[in-house]
């Protein structure tokens, strides 16, 4: 079983539409939870980043950790043809060992006008 | 600016040969990665290093082969011994996983 779980899409939703992109996880030690956006052929960028569990929200963009289902979410408000991008989920536990990040696969996001 | 630089954009290498993927950092980041991204695959990790003079092997690291002789610097080659080499290299650095990684532009490497 992987560490970390994520539904690869594609997702295709209509201008203006609310996007739920969600991972799983099987380490219960995992505080540190985060969402990396990756344009076509560029390198991901960090978008959110949280501690242990709850909401956070910047923008159009809202973060959720439920560390008792081993469940995040990224969701996404009034969608732009600009957030087409693949996103990946990524945790640690809190050891700050140099190795100890993990990635899903991604999940490649499209936004139609 | 502070920030992560992989050079060249794009590569291309004839069979036998091999190549070298540059990678630099100003962030003052003691971490840095190698992966490679193929379509449908997510992130591999080739190689880390966490400090100068030191590196482990990630999960795929048959064919590759790096060094960190300074902080700012991780340069891969990609050997003849790696048989499937096209693909799309991202380098990053860290202060340490719960930090997250600071990602490159990433370098595409095709065999011709």
């Known amino acids: 079983q992987k560490e970390v779980e994520q539904d690869p899409g594609p997702l295709s939703v209509p201008e203006g539409a609310i996007v739920s992109l969600n991972c799983t996880y099987s380490?219960?030690?995992?505080?540190?939870f985060m969402w990396y956006r990756q344009y076509s052929r560029k390198g991901p960028e960090l978008l959110m980043y949280?501690?242990?569990?709850g909401n956070k929200e910047d923008g159009r963009f809202t973060a959720q950790v439920d560390k008792s289902s081993k469940y995040i979410s990224l969701f996404i408000r009034d969608s732009q043809p600009s957030d087409s991008a693949t996103y990946l989920c990524?945790?640690?536990?809190?050891?700050?060992?140099?190795?100890?990040?993990?990635f899903g696969t991604g999940t490649r996001l499209t936004v139609i006008p | 600016d502070g920030g992560i630089t992989q050079s060249p954009k794009y590569l291309f290498r004839k069979e036998g040969q091999n190549v070298t993927l540059s990678c630099e950092q100003n962030?003052?980041?003691?971490?840095m990665y190698w992966y490679r991204q193929d379509p449908g695959q997510g992130l591999r990790l080739i190689y880390y290093?966490?400090?100068?003079?030191?590196?482990q092997k990630g999960d795929i690291a048959e064919g590759y082969s790096v060094s960190r002789e300074k902080k700012e610097s991780f340069p891969l080659t990609v050997t003849s011994a790696q048989k499937n080499p096209t693909a799309f290299y991202l380098c990053?650095?860290?202060?340490?996983?719960?930090?997250?990684?600071?990602f490159g532009s990433g370098t595409r490497l095709t065999v011709v």
């Open positions: 962030l003052n980041h003691d971490a």
């Open positions: 990524a945790m640690s536990p809190p050891q700050t060992g140099a190795n100890n990040l993990f």
């Open positions: 380490n219960s030690a995992f505080q540190y």
């Open positions: 949280t501690y242990s569990s």
């Open positions: 990053a650095s860290s202060f340490g996983a719960t930090y997250g990684y600071t």
């Open positions: 290093s966490q400090i100068v003079n030191d590196f």
